[in-house]
T-cell receptor, first 111, second 114 residues
Framework: GENVEQHPSTLSVQEGDSAVIKCTYS??????FPWYKQELGKRPQLIID?????GEKKDQRIAVTLNKTAKHFSLHITETQPEDSAVYFC??????????FGTGTRLLVSP | EAEVAQSPRYKITEKSQAVAFWCDPI?????LYWYRQILGQGPELLVQ????????DSQLPKDRFSAERLKGVDSTLKIQPAELGDSAMYLC????????????FGPGTRLLVL
């Protein structure tokens, strides 16, 4: 079945720096790749997603890139702020139309 | 803004007891998902409904877990009997139609089995 690997597991940056989280997937049929942010004790919330017909998508300080040939996609956060501190999950849909999530990246932005 | 509702938010039970979780998806959302999230890991799909029909329950431990969505709206997930290893966060999510639509998560039910 689909396997989604996510790195790093923890990431510490200074406020204002950029943060990059990378995921790889195994199912070549995957064509939908969402990213979720989960703050402590709260529900996961979608922050950005990308479909396989595009290579990059940007929303203010957040961008996602997709390389279908290499089967990897990345989340880029620029000008990080303390409120960006959370756990971030990538996910990919499988050929059987379910989402498989990565193991999460704990991002800590220090003032 | 409409949200997915879940209850209870917290549940403490003893092993071998039965527990039930309830989920009310966003109105009009045809697809409903139950996930289990173990601390430090990503959500893992347990069961997916399209309206009242089960689309995927391949990861649902059917000897002790059951799920239903009788009228295609709200849903119940049951565990009987609960085991120590069932301690986790149980998340419900819904989407308008299908997995390529945005999934909106509920606040979850945190289960502790003693």
């Amino acid at each position: 079945g689909e396997n989604v690997e996510q790195h790093p597991s923890t990431l510490s940056v200074q406020e204002g720096d950029s943060a990059v989280i990378k995921c790889t997937y195994s199912d070549s049929a995957s064509n939908y790749f969402p990213w979720y942010k989960q703050e402590l004790g709260k529900r996961p919330q979608l922050i950005i997603d990308i479909r396989s017909n595009v290579g990059e998508k940007k929303d203010q300080r957040i961008a996602v890139t997709l390389n279908k040939t290499a089967k990897h996609f990345s989340l880029h956060i620029t000008e990080t702020q303390p409120e960006d501190s959370a756990v971030y999950f990538c996910a990919a849909n499988t050929g059987f139309q379910k989402l498989v999530f990565g193991t999460g990246t704990r991002l800590l932005v220090s003032p | 803004e409409a949200e997915v509702a879940q209850s209870p938010r917290y549940k403490i039970t003893e092993k071998s007891q039965a527990v039930a979780f309830w989920c009310d998806p966003i109105s009009g959302h045809a697809t409903l998902y139950w996930y289990r999230q173990i601390l430090g890991q990503g959500p893992e799909l347990l069961v997916q409904f399209q309206d009242e029909s089960v689309v995927d329950d391949s990861q649902l431990p059917k000897d002790r877990f059951s799920a239903e969505r009788l009228k295609g709206v709200d849903s119940t997930l049951k565990i009987q009997p609960a085991e120590l290893g069932d301690s986790a966060m149980y998340l419900c999510a819904s989407s308008h139609a299908g997995v390529q639509e945005t999934q909106y998560f509920g606040p979850g039910t945190r289960l502790l089995v003693l």
